[in-house]
Each structure stands twice: as C-alpha cells, then as structure tokens.
C-alpha cells in the first residue's frame, strides 16, 4: 500500500495515496515532539552512506566503532560517538560519511603457501578507511572436519569472532551464508576461485606468531588492499542521494543533524532539505562556538522553515577516554530529549533535567538582556541553571523552529501537529481504495474524532473547554468540504480544526510582601 505523502500543494497529487497538505490554524498552536533521531557524521568504522537504526549504545559501537581506530586518545575520528556522549539517547539512526575517494581494506588469500597458489577468497573490510586495516584474519581447520571446508577467525583489538564451516569447493560457495549482513559484522568475503585456502600457518607468508594476517597488509605474492580514509568534502556529505539525502528519507526519523561539520554549503542542504514537505525537523547551529549572541541572531535572520531549527550555545562535555573537556553542538542536548520523552513533553520541561546529568556546562555563560535577544531573533539556546538540589544543570531555554509565524514557532508545536497528521494520515490509509460512500466516510470520521477525544480526555494534545469539558476539534469529511466533481475522480478531503494545548512560556507572580506579613521560618 502506498505511504502517506505530506505536499506543499494540490498540484503535487501523483499515484493513489493518502496526501497531507497542512493548511496554517487561525488559531494559536503549541505542542510536543517526535521520537528517533538521525545524526550523519564520520565514524571510525561500518557501511558508508547507510542509515543503520541503532537502539543501544552497544549497537553503535559494534556497527561504527567508538572515539578513535582503537580508542586509546588519539584524535576523535568518531564525530557521532562524540555526539552520544555525556548524555541518554533513545533510538537513533546514524549515517556514517566518508570520502567519495575512500578504499577497503582487503587481502586474498591462496590455496598454496608462498603467494604460488590459486586466489580462492577475498576478505574485505565491511566499510572504507584506515581502521579495516586493523582487521585480522586467518583461515584454520573446519569445525564440521571435512576437509573442502575451513573456518575463518578475524580479530579486532582481540576480540575474535569465528565464521565455521565455509566452503568454496567446486560450485559451491556458502561465503554470504556463514558471513551474513549483519551491519555489525566487520568483513565480507567473496568467492574469487574454486578451491579451498590453506590454513594460516604462524610466523608464516606476512603471519604473526598466531597466525593472523592483517588486511591491507603487504605481503609478497599475495594481493591485498590498504585501506585509506580519502579526501573528505562537503560533496560527501551533500550529494544527492548522499548522507543528508538518506536521513531525509528514512522513514521514522523526525529530528536529523549533521555532526562534526558546518559551514555554508552543509547549511544551504539544511535549508533544501527542510523545505521538503517531510516529517523530520532538521538541526543546525553556528560553525563555531566562538560566535557572539548578536552575530547569531543575524545568522538566524537567514534562515527559513517550520522544520529548521537553529542553537546558540555549545556545550560542554567530558571525553570519557582522555578525561578532557572538549565542545559539541548546541543541538545535540534538545535531540537527546526528544528520544528520550513522549511526544507532549516540551524539551525546557525541567522534568526533563533527568536526562542532562552529562553536560559540563556551556561555552558562553548568558545573561537576561541576551537570552532576550536570542529568544526575540528565534534563536534556541541552551542555558545554565540549578536543579532541585542546588546542582548546575544544562536544560534548553527554549525551542524554536526558524519560522517567525504565531503558529509556526515554537518547535514543541510542530512536533505536536506532526504527531497528530502522523497518527491520522496512518488511519485514512486504511480507506484509500475503498468505496467512497456516506457509510465509510461516517466510519473513518468516527474513528479519528475518537482517537482524537481520547487523547484530550487524557489532557494529552487537544484541549477542552473548561466550563463544558468538550474537546475543541472539528472534524469533517462531507460535502461543505467536498464536491461532487472532485469526488468522482476520485478526491476525497477530510478537514481537521483543532485547538492543541499551549504552554506557560510566561509565568508572572504578583507578590506583595510588607510589614503586615510575617514569614515563620521553620
């Protein structure tokens, strides 16, 4: 069944479909937000322009690898596993970037020592760079004791991992089989001649004292690959059909960032890509955390869209490996929220200092004339403030999308009509191929008004009127909607009016405290 398509306008209506074309309320909007986050950046290891959904720490590690080749302090060449740290993540997907020039590293390996045999298979590094050079490998006796088998046993920083009972004899070839497609699984092999590879022998043709050969290694006669990380571009990370493009596409994902890169070119995609009508909200920040309060506002002034939304104030965190401060993006904190909350909670919900313990602080300590700026000129900022035990704490200021519209600015807000037009548009689905009759019209009307006064019984989205209790939406599918010619060609709208729950952005208390009142302290 086709998906649900969100347009800009009518004249976008293509193949059959359930499409969405948000009409702006006449009435003030604020609401929540969405789930999973998308973040494209380098990373050490793993596929290369891929969006791999991962719902543990764990799994990002075993896909991408960590901080550096091995972790052990070097330079950070992981930019999302620093955008994970110092803070609780619920499901991402990530989409490692790499050079349009970068190479696998690999190595052949022979039926007959000395480099003199036949190549049979070729182990591959499962994605590009410098670290599948750190892949071991060797090729040992089959568990299964026949002798047209083998196993193969690869080691990373000494973890090995054995692949058993492969086979390449005569017209077999079992090597994807046993291998498998696990994004997590660091080698392929590939089938290059019948036969089978002799067993690595230690000290032995480029072997270490246990037999391992690393890949990409030099050895004479035999054929191998080094692995290299290339030339990074903007290209890489713009082109179409490129990491960007790929967030922008997966389906699930509604708040996307680019991490560890930022300048004119990667924020000219931003702009391109939030102006698609899709449901994801895409991040982004100034190049550097040295720009000043007036600058970024003047920044934000050039740019546009419901669905961007633009951060002051980069934070501070710990590496975990060097125990250094080092800074990430301002955005990455109201991300984490997002993943971490049900979709009604606003990020600045001090509830949601729970979720914050990691952050070290900001790098520009505000005061209140320029956190009104900041908020006057829609840009969001991070800000410092003390828990309910007197601890600092870093919780978003507030959260803006880069549209000045009443209706279009609070970040929350566009999250919450997200989540409705998600949750109905799922339900017209069900109806895009049936008859269009008065009966399943009354149908699909009922179901989503229940749906909907489900949610503002809960106090959840859709607000009530205080003095009857009713929920404040309308929702139609006849004729003052319709007409008769479009319905016969098969267009059918449905309208929802709706009023969502706003939030306290200001609170003001009106105190009076004099000589004829008297506070007891206890």
Request: charged share 20%.
């Amino acid at each position: 069944m086709p998906q649900v398509r969100y347009i800009n306008s009518e004249s976008q209506i293509g193949a059959p479909g359930v499409y969405i074309l948000e009409q702006a309320p006449a009435s003030p909007v604020r609401g929540q937000r969405r789930r999973t986050a998308g973040l494209a950046g380098l990373c050490v290891r793993g596929p290369a322009s891929k969006a791999v959904l991962c719902q543990s720490y764990q799994r990002f590690v075993d896909v991408f690898g960590e901080r550096d080749r091995n972790s052990n302090g070097g330079p950070i060449g992981g930019h999302i596993w620093r955008a994970l740290q110092g803070k609780y993540w619920g499901p991402i997907y990530a989409v490692r970037v790499c050079a349009d020039d970068a190479v696998k590293a690999s190595f052949n390996f022979e039926s007959a020592a000395g480099g003199g045999g036949t190549e049979v298979i070729k182990v591959q590094a499962y994605g590009p760079g410098v670290a599948g050079d750190d892949i071991q490998a060797k090729v040992t006796t089959a568990t299964n004791g026949d002798a047209n088998y083998f196993n193969l046993v690869v080691k990373l920083y000494g973890k090995v991992k054995l692949f058993p009972n492969i086979t390449c004899h005569l017209a077999l070839d079992n090597t994807n089989q046993v291998i498998g497609n696990d994004d997590g699984t660091i080698v392929r092999v590939t089938k290059l001649a019948p036969g089978r590879p002799i067993n690595n022998a230690p000290s032995t043709d480029g072997a270490d004292a246990d037999g391992y050969v690393f890949l990409g290694q030099t050895v004479a006669n035999y054929t191998s690959v080094a692995g290299s990380d290339g030339t990074l571009a903007d290209t890489d990370y713009t082109v179409a059909g490129g990491p960007m493009e790929i967030l922008n596409n997966t389906r699930g994902i509604q708040a996307c960032a680019v991490v560890g890169r930022s300048n004119t070119a990667i924020k000219a995609k931003i702009a391109l890509l939030g102006g698609i009508a899709a449901q994801r909200v895409w991040f982004e920040c100034p190049d550097d955390e040295t720009i000043s309060v007036n600058d970024a506002v003047t920044e934000r002034a050039s740019i546009f869209g419901g669905r961007l939304s633009y951060w002051f104030n980069h934070e501070m965190i710990t590496d975990p490996v060097t125990l250094e401060t080092i800074l990430v993006e301002p955005f990455l904190l109201p991300m984490s929220i997002i993943t971490q909350t049900d979709p009604y909670i606003h990020p600045g919900d001090f509830d949601n200092v729970a979720f914050v313990g990691g952050s070290r602080g900001v790098y520009a300590e505000m005061s209140d004339p320029d956190r009104d700026l900041l908020d006057g000129g829609g840009v969001s900022y991070l800000n410092r403030d003390l828990d309910a035990n007197g601890n600092s704490v870093i919780i978003p200021g507030n959260a803006l999308t880069c549209d000045f519209a009443v209706n279009n600015e609070d970040l929350d807000g566009r999250y919450m009509k997200d989540f409705l037009l998600d949750a109905l548009g799922q339900r017209l689905r069900g109806d895009q191929f049936k008859g269009n009759t008065k009966k399943n019209r009354a149908a699909r009307s009922a179901a989503c008004s229940g749906f909907l006064t489900t949610l503002a019984k809960n106090d959840l989205y859709i607000m009530r009127d205080e003095d009857s209790g009713k929920p404040r939406f309308t929702y139609t599918n006849d004729l003052s909607v319709n007409n008769v010619d479009d319905q016969a060609r098969g267009l059918q709208r449905e309208k929802l009016v709706a009023r969502l729950i706003p939030k306290n952005k200001e609170i003001l208390l009106m105190a009076t405290i004099g000589v004829d009142a008297t506070i007891t302290e206890q």
